[in-house]
């Protein structure tokens, strides 16, 4: 894990929030390797989940929101952690991990325990007052939720049929930690999949498959990830059923999280990387309740009208980075050399090719160089790098994972090809000059 | 713009946020039109600014940061709109909008002014006090200085080079107002370009006109933009030079937002997209006071040391979404039928394709419409639409800008074609089934 971290901040994949003011905690950013990584796992997350599917559709919901919703979801009343503050060495702690009554850390004496909401709060407006409160949304599958009429209205879509949206919720986390595994500012990538009732059992079925399949096809190993079903005290007020997909991280995490299923963890460094549950009515009929509108779906062809059952694949995006990060980086010996790599799926991989010119001070093989970057980059994200040797320059590829390395070298300027050398195997294939282009569109096909 | 906002609802290109609750003053949510939408017009941005050059670098920095940083970059103390409140009818003003200090709505005195701090605050941590207190970013900027020594560092960039993000901040605004035009929760898209000092006019007025270009080439029309230099008053306490880059909105916009180019506005429509400033070294310079930490830039080169200039190009991503659907809508007399187009650029548009099978009670056309469909969705977002005539059809898919339409009918089952009609010209090509990916394709390079 430290040899992660140190990565992350050296090759600029994720930075502390805030560094220069000695950080705020538990929040980060994403450096500009970090930056792309984040962008092709949410591309290939929409592509899998809305484009290449005929039922679902994308939304795009504000993280502020009506304050009303989280009374109907619960949240207002419900969501919170027992904490107690140790009196001898004033840290704070969850009821759960107070060693009988006492402080874990000191061994001191412990206060009553407190209820802790953990909604962040703001102030719309002009006067901070409980008319004004609004909250940072903790999730985003509320935003869903409150759309849900106008989406069936403007799509047209028909029952089974979901919702997808990728982007920020924020929790008052009181136990943070584990580098960008639970931070206070998250992105989630969410699918409310509105179904019959009668249905749901067996779409949720689907969908436990269907998210666990989709974590292996982008490189996560087997043996690194498995199904949990949650026993049954351990389900949310709203779930009937719920599975999280955990990944085997090299950390040990404890502390389950509820009703929210982002964090739960059954130790061991097994720990939520998404959360399937089947919510069945509850939110849709909460809404309907408070808001007093009809957010009844219409059944054209059986003439019925019913409150959709959902079922709901919800995954953390800033943890999903991590998983791939920690099971992707590999060690290994190249010619008594240790050589790092980062195995990234080639959709996942921040840079896609890199061009490495052999002679830096050759005017002709730096014009070939160049002239190639430039016209790959109108197809994918590439890197032009000439500040080192070769070897060098391969190393800082290997161990940011990128898929392809180009070298242009003497023999280019006569036989007008390059050298195109394979991230895992290491082999190299002479490629004409302007086949290139293609080559490595195919290989990412 | 009515006909706009009525068809954002319908077709679910942006939804009121918390409808069902009566709607959160000022925030909207993107339905799916308008999610494909807006993903759109980032990739453009991200694309031509990120990936198509070789001097910008990508970031992605948490919106809740340090609250030191809002002390460095003056928005603790100066971000603020003077206010007054109309003692009749209870109305709050900004004091510039004031009639000879009486209530613009009712002619009522009005309260002494107030100074009014327009970030929107949160407290991390289980208590609310001083020390717990932080803002939502009121600007993205500020995560791209705080992180500048860490990209140098992890990206080894050499001056003039550029750190590119989009994301979203948050502003307490007053006067809202106008769809999406003014609200509390937008989205960003900015570059922090640094250069040499001595160099930044020239480079300034370079990003004035590449910005420009950029939305003529996604197709807004020049009549309607335009660039418009601040005058010396108008100028924020940071900037050097300014230049705006207005868009003819079809509605009246007044009162300028200082310092932060996210709402100045010059009337008649006129209102700004998009902010180019000339920002110096006024924010490295500040970020170095106050976290005594050496932001100096190491020119290995000349071997001299400075901070560099900032010159940065600003644009809001909701604003000109509003912008691409206004410019684009245009009505059409065919036929004597009335033909309402949203002519958007083709990289823009939410659909690419739409297939549209002439009769939905022949199983053979609904087979060849479906796996087309499902072949075209591994390459684009496509739709399938067989709930009504096929000129309906047609005028579904114009007024949400989808460039092709796709019939099957009875004679593709002998001739293996398909007819694709164009949404701008209206002609139609017969191309064969094994074709279409490829045809379409072409046309979306």
Redo the contacts between chains.
Sequence with gaps: MDKIVSLC????FI?Q?????????S??????????L??NLKEAW?RSN?????DI??????????P??WMASGHVTSFEDT?ADCKSCKK?FKVEHLVKNKCPECGGDVTEPRQ?NLM???????VENEASL?Y?RPETAQ?IF??F???V????KKIPFG?A?IG?A?R?E?TTGNFTFRS??FEQMEIEFFVKPGTDEEWYKKWVEDRFDWYIKFGIKKENLRKRPHEKHELAHYAKSCTDIEYKFPFSTKGARLPDGQGSASGGGWSELEGIANRTDFDLKQ?MN??T?D?QYFDEETRERYIPYVIEPSGGIDRSILAFLTDSYREEKVKDEKRVVLGLHRKLAPIKAAILPLLKNRDEIVKIGKSL??DL??S??VM?DD?ASIGRLYRRQDEIGTPYCITVDVESLTDKKVTVRDRDSMKQDRVSLPQVKEYLLEKFE
């Design positions: 901040k050296r090759r600029g930075f929030s805030s560094e220069i003011y000695g950080g705020l905690a929040t980060w950013d994403y450096g500009p390797l970090g930056a792309e984040k962008r929409w809305v484009y290449e599917r005929d559709e994308g939304l795009d919901a504000s993280i502020l929101m009506h009303m919703t904490l704070r802790f962040l709060k703001t102030y719309l407006g002009a609004t940072l935003g409150v759309n009429q106008n989406v209205n403007a799509s047209r919702i949206q920020k924020f008052n009181v206070r500012e809404h408070l808001s509108k957010l970057a430039a980059r109108k994918m994200r032009y500040t």
